[in-house]
């Protein structure tokens, strides 16, 4: 049984904030192992790398066979059935064209004084992307992530992907492809991310590592974080759907069912207007949930996660919605972009009947990688600016600095700091 | 003595290599201690970050003398001196009309088959401000973190700034006033960066935290993250120039010693092509130093991690630039933007002779929390985007749903993912 809440139970607001606060996840402490995995390739590089994945992937490899060939992701591409191709290509082309819209714009332009001023945008040189291994290895993923690199202009994107006892998801190597990843690597766990942060002798290190692993991975990226940059940390995945009455109860069923096949940790939330479409949405996930394959990892996650608030009026619906701060949220009600309107935290929304967030997850175009557990509040989700920096630019004359001069001067006296000041006054004769 | 280095030595690439992996700041190991700091903000709330503030900063608070009053802000802006108010305010006026060229656009748009797409950016609700306590609380990093925040339209802004035995620099309180700041409190140290994470019964949570603050704050810090967002964790300050033998050796030694001066463990690195002008500056820094109230931390500094690299050529100097990614980047050379445009990753640069990067740390307009420690490669000072996020938009026709969604279904299918098919085929009666 989900949680039920109504807006007008009398401890409404102390069991909301329950469910806000209810932790998930348990995280899983493998700091320590992770950090001696780290130190072990960062002192012995590809020995290190290769002992790790002959015990955790029972896998052996030599240095020259830890990459994947150019044979086998041509032969893998081969094999991918021309309808999953066709999907796979259309997905690549419409997430390439929403991404190109978000590479911004140098600016340089020349202030009242005459200052030149500035912010200039350049490519991170190299990425490394993490890719599960086993039944979370996601072709979607590795479009979701390459793609935005791709776009921003990153050079050298260098995967990896475990490969338990030599196995790799084909379509993995053919979304790869698609994406034109530069090199692929079938390698895992903290190991990989210490040989892309670190370099080993056969894996040059990268600048930035990004994608989504279990604990070992999320641990060891943590711990590399600094010396390379990275992504978020991801959590379990989360839908809300706002919906009013008028919505087939079982197209929201679905919706919900589809965040909770997942994760037994994921969460689905139903907020409407409507107690007896609540009922009906609760009776149609009864009724669906027995007929998935992965029913046993919904079952648990609408069991233990999912929740159906009913409030009086849609516009209660908001401020909650601010609060839950979702990862996805559907509008399927009749006037969505009123409603978006008065939104302000989520990290992707699903406007009206016919947009369902899977859409999102595959061929809408937008990012499927989204800031969870309520981190929506402050972040978002992946783009073309996660993988550019920004130089800012400044340019004064001699005039210039005889104008703004004297004030930084009085600033660095009284922040106490002398050679600061003498910086400035000694171009000023002062 | 600065490490000094030539192009053409034989061992070049491997002292190169040396300087640039040189540690120079010892992590202490606090995390135990800022841990059971957190515990106890979160379980007891004002007592324990009372009892805290007693223990470590000396100063008995109630939960009612913890926010710093108006009329004690107001005092502090009345004593300020019309000078420094001048300088504060001209800084203020240029840092706000930088940033505010910096506010993303909102993007939403039609794509060929009619699909809905888009980013909406809001504001970041609350924000919590850092400031350090002592002699390195300065008025111009308020400024610099609470600005970009206000631009963004953050509404809230709660600065914490620890007071030593009551002791507060009236200059901070200033500068909090001209950039808007909603609530000052007179708290520090990890507790203070709980209080704001958590919440205790005076202070609200916020939903992220920004400032710079010692192993302690960096620390507590990077636990929090995750349950708010964070701004960078700053590491000691970098400048990098590059001259040629043209310039004022007493101009360009100034410079360095303008970072030098922060901390001993701050870096002065100078490129140039011209051994003379080297031998010149190097001279020029020994004798300026004498005379420094810093004297002893910039002779420290210089003589520990600051570096001069002659090179043959000074296009010889932009690929060592990029493995450096410094902070800070003067160009002081006769074609300033010729060079610029070879390089790549550095997190501000200073075009010419005239702008000395002191400018930028006050008056430039530009923002002085920048990446360090090579973090240039991959991040990028703070803006105006570290207070907003970005949800995307996708609204589909149920016509475009029967264009897009056999694709997604497909997908599914080949990831084993059941209810995200059905999400798509019961909209579709399939």
């Given at each position: ?10 401890d ?40 790790l ?25 081969e ?10 290509n ?30 200039r ?13 086993g039944?979370?290895s ?37 979304a ?11 390698i ?24 989504p ?27 809300l ?8 109860p ?65 516009s ?64 978002s ?35 106490g ?14």
């Open positions: 049984m989900p949680w039920r809440l109504a807006s007008t139970d009398e409404f607001e102390d069991r909301f904030a329950t469910l806000l606060g209810a932790k998930r996840e348990q995280a899983a402490d493998v700091d320590a192992a992770v950090r001696a995995i780290i130190d072990s390739v960062r002192a012995e590089g590809d020995a290190a790398l290769l002992a994945t002959r015990r955790f992937d029972q896998l052996e490899l030599t240095p020259a066979t830890m990459r994947v060939t150019e044979a086998e992701i041509e032969a893998a591409y094999a991918t059935s021309p309808d999953t191709l066709e999907a796979l259309l997905a690549h082309r419409r997430i390439a064209a929403h991404h190109r819209r978000q590479l911004p714009a140098d600016d340089r332009y020349t202030d009242a004084i005459g200052v030149e001023l500035g912010s945008w350049t490519a991170v040189e190299s990425v490394g992307l993490y890719v599960p291994g039944s979370a996601y072709p979607s993923s590795v479009l979701m992530n390459a793609v935005p690199a791709k776009v921003a202009g990153v050079e050298r994107i260098a995967m990896v992907v475990p490969a338990m006892r030599g196995a790799l998801n084909p379509l993995v190597l053919a790869a492809k698609i994406a034109g990843v530069s090199e692929i690597y079938r895992g766990g903290a190991q990989a991310v210490a040989a892309l942060a670190y370099g080993t002798q056969t894996i040059a290190p990268v600048a930035k590592i990004v994608g692993g279990n604990a070992f991975v999320a641990a060891a990226k943590r711990q590399v974080f600094g010396h390379v940059g990275i992504d978020m940390i991801a959590g379990p995945s989360e839908v759907v706002i919906a009013d009455g008028d919505n087939d079982d197209w929201i069923a679905a919706d919900l069912l589809a965040q909770a096949e997942h994760d037994t940790a994921a969460q689905s939330i139903l907020i409407t207007d409507d107690l007896a479409f609540a009922d009906r949405v609760e009776t149609a996930v009864e009724r669906q949930l027995s007929t998935l394959s992965r029913a046993e990892t919904a079952a648990a996650s609408w069991r233990d996660h999912g929740a159906i608030i009913v409030v009086e009026a849609l209660d619906a908001a401020p909650l919605s601010d609060r839950i701060a979702p990862e996805h949220l559907e509008l399927a009600v009749a006037d969505p972009e009123a409603l978006f309107a008065t939104l302000r935290n989520a990290g992707a929304v699903f406007l009206g009947r016919h947009t369902p967030e899977v859409i999102g997850d595959y061929v809408g175009g937008s990012n499927h990688v989204l800031p969870t557990a309520r981190s929506a509040r402050f972040s989700g992946l783009s073309v600016l996660d993988f550019v920096k920004r130089t800012s630019v400044l340019k004064l004359s001699a005039g210039q600095l005889r104008e703004l001069g004297p004030a930084a001067i009085e600033l660095a006296r009284v922040e700091l002398d050679a600061h000041g003498r910086s400035v006054a000694i171009r000023l004769n002062l």
